[in-house]
């Protein structure tokens, strides 16, 4: 099983700042990694797939990069609806998918 | 509008048995495959099982495996998910997660809103 890990668990940043996330697979995942954004009391949403393209209504400062077992979701100038919990998950070995642990992103 | 409506969650006493169901509403479920998701109270993600649009390709979690069920019916456009011998540990809202495929090896991109699963005595 591949193993993901997020870092940091928790991030404080000031809005309009720019916010780094950090993404790490444990074997190589290619480019088969998505990024999730979930807040409080809803379901994740899908904001990136394929490590760099990002999905349907998602604005453009939200921008993913990496390949094989590095990863990151940079929020360029970060609005007060950042401020959520993000998610990567890989699919490049099924089953199972496997999702990271997750990162706060918290307003400092 | 495409969503996913789960229900079927509540409250179970551990070895009990509880069948979730997912209804799909703004597109044809026969054109995807289907996954099940959870997260405990306060946790992160955990995928649980998927299902293949023909139901020929299935896989479930090293967790669950042995104990839940995934199944579908296109015809009625739902998606099912049997959990037997539940364990204080399978304690979560489950989610409903289309695939943008018809294989379950892919990435999810409609999510519904989750149906809780308690597991007490």
């Known amino acids: 099983e591949i193993v993901m890990t997020q870092s940091p668990a928790t991030l404080s940043v000031s809005p309009g700042e720019r916010a780094t996330l950090s993404c790490r697979a444990s074997q190589s995942v290619s480019s088969n990694l998505a990024w999730y954004q979930q807040k409080p009391g809803q379901p994740p949403r899908l904001l990136i797939y394929?490590?760099?393209t990002r999905a349907t209504g998602i604005p453009a400062r939200f921008s993913g990069s990496g390949s094989g077992t590095e990863f990151t979701l940079t929020i360029s100038s970060l609005q007060s609806e950042d401020f959520a919990v993000y998610y990567c998950?890989?699919?490049?070995?099924?089953?199972?998918?496997?999702f990271g642990q997750g990162t706060k992103l918290e307003i400092k | 509008e495409v969503y996913l409506v789960e229900s079927g969650g509540g409250l179970v006493q551990p070895g009990r048995s509880l069948r979730l169901s997912c209804a799909a509403s703004g597109f044809t479920l026969d054109d995807y495959a289907m996954h099940w998701v959870r997260q405990a109270p306060g946790k992160g993600l955990e995928w649980v099982s998927g299902i293949s649009w023909n139901s020929g390709s299935i896989g479930y979690a090293d967790s669950v495996k042995g104990r839940f069920t995934i199944s579908r019916d296109n015809a009625k456009n739902s998606l099912y998910l049997q959990m037997n011998s539940l364990r204080v540990e399978d304690t979560a809202l489950y989610y409903c997660?289309?695939?943008?495929?018809?294989?379950?090896?892919?990435?999810?991109?409609?999510w519904g809103r989750g149906t809780l699963v308690t597991v007490s005595s």
């Open positions: 997660a289309k695939d943008i495929a018809v294989t379950p090896n892919w990435y999810f991109d409609l």
């Open positions: 394929g490590a760099s």
């Open positions: 998950q890989q699919y490049n070995n099924w089953p199972p998918h496997t």
